[in-house]
């Protein structure tokens, strides 16, 4: 298997513009996971999809940003409007079971807002 | 909000050294754990991972200490080498009805020759 695959690796875009991430999980892994990482504040788990329904979105910062997991292979993080506050470098994780079980990352998409 | 901590933001050893990276999480009951490790431009790599019903897990140079009586965790890699250097992470996942890791803030470990 490939891993976690992550879409785009980088993405610049100016403030006020829609943004949107996308991730492959682990075939077979019901457990989905977006997390985002800044200096400041570390990683943050923002949502967690367990067999494509959000079970958790309590991380979310705001209503600009949404995920959805249309099926099992696919799920995507927008950010409409972005700011440059938002500028951080977006993870997804699967996993088999969970937080029970080791989460598999994706390489990354690092962010920048203008 | 919540968050697993550590001691210390930054370790700094020589090639051939021990080193040890400290935790400590705030949730007694949490019941399972996981060290990462996170080189530059990747995302997070498993490392080793322990329940809450052991309290030493071994593998291949690197062992997971958890003390559940001061809620520390502890992470040591024998005889570091240049390649260890990177941020590592513990994080757990807290019982209860969570089903999520929660991270801590890491350490950077840098290895020098």
Redesign the interface.
Known sequence: DAG?IQSPRHEVTEMGQEVTLRCKPISGHD?L?W?RQTMMR????LI?F?NNVP??DSGMPEDRFSAKMPNASFSTLKIQPSEPRDSAVY?C?SSLQ???????????TRLTVV | ?E?VGLHLPTLSVQEGDNSIINCAYSNSAS??F?W?KQES??????II?IRSNMDKRQGQRVTVLLNKTVKHLSLQIAATQPGDSAVY?CAE??AGG?????????TRLAVHP
């Open positions: 976690v457990y996971f997390y570390g990683l943050e788990l967690y367990n079970i958790d993870f994780a969970g937080g029970n079980t080791e989460a598999f990352f994706g390489q990354g | 909000g968050s019941d399972y996981i990462y431009g990747k995302g997070p790599q498993f991972d992470f996942n807290r969570y089903n999520k890791l929660i991270f801590g803030a890491g």
